[in-house]
């Protein structure tokens, strides 16, 4: 038996996915829609251009591309978020810290070398958010540590960058990258391929504003 708050919220969520063929206030998928932005339905039953876009469904889309895709780009498999934002109670924020949990780092990673990168790291954003002094911190170590990096404020504009770091032409010839540069001797940048946009770039609008590195 739901209860009037479940019925509200229920009724809430219809506003968000106004085009849905089912009705939220007794469907069998409401809760799946609820929890990640994404539904077992066919596109032809429910459009998802029409729920409350924010950073976290831009980010949620993003990985569905990813698990769509992993079979044509393998290293998508290992695409995963790191959960430093959000808001928590004092209890759970402290376990977390504890835990090693650490404000800046990135929403997305991509944890495999290609071009003359060692890694890729993403800061998801929306809107009118911008970068907090921590992640811009964060940004500019990885750079310095062989990554590339960019803020993207699009689900588009993240598969982009994604999509370009993953066809780049891979710089190793050994086991790891490590090795190679170990076994020749060679600087990062001496090898490898790069991407066409700066490192620690900022995507948004269809623009680029580069590089903070």
Same mark, same amino acid.
């Given at each position: 038996m739901r209860t009037i708050g479940q019925f509200f919220r229920r009724f809430l969520w219809m506003f968000k996915v106004k085009d849905c063929r089912h009705v939220c206030l007794f469907c069998k998928y409401y809760h799946v829609c609820t929890a990640d932005g994404a539904t077992e339905r066919s596109e032809k039953e429910m459009? *998802?251009?029409?729920?409350? %876009?924010? /950073?976290d469904t831009e980010q949620i889309a993003?990985?569905?591309?990813s698990q769509y895709n992993v079979n044509h780009f393998p290293e998508l498999k290992w695409?995963?978020?790191?959960?430093? #934002?959000g808001s928590r109670n004092q209890r759970e924020a402290v376990k977390? $810290?504890? *835990?090693?949990?650490?404000?800046?780092?990135?929403?997305?990673?991509?944890?495999?070398?290609?071009g003359v990168y060692c890694g890729l790291y993403i800061e998801m954003k929306y809107g009118n958010n %911008?970068?907090?002094d921590s992640q811009k911190e964060f940004l500019k170590d *990885?750079?310095?540590? @062989?990554?590339?990096?960019?803020?993207?404020?699009?689900?588009?504009?993240?598969?982009s960058v994604?999509?370009?770091?993953?066809?780049?032409?891979?710089?190793?010839? @050994?086991?790891?990258?490590? /090795?190679?540069? /170990?076994?020749? @001797?060679? $600087?990062?940048?001496?090898?490898?391929?790069?991407?066409?946009?700066?490192?620690?770039?900022?995507?948004?609008?269809?623009?680029?504003? @580069?590089? #903070?590195?």
């Open positions: 459009n *998802m251009k029409y729920a409350l %876009r924010s /950073e993003v990985i569905q591309w695409l995963h978020h790191c959960p430093n #934002g977390l $810290k504890q *835990m090693g949990v650490k404000a800046g780092v990135s929403d997305l990673c991509l944890p495999y070398p290609k %911008r970068q907090q *990885m750079v310095k540590a @062989g990554h590339f990096v960019a803020t993207c404020y699009s689900t588009e504009e993240a598969i994604i999509t370009e770091y993953l066809n780049l032409k891979a710089a190793t010839f @050994g086991d790891s990258y490590a /090795e190679f540069l /170990e076994q020749f @001797g060679c $600087k990062p940048e001496e090898v490898g391929q790069k991407m066409k946009i700066p490192n620690n770039s900022i995507l948004k609008d269809g623009k680029v504003k @580069g590089g #903070g590195a």
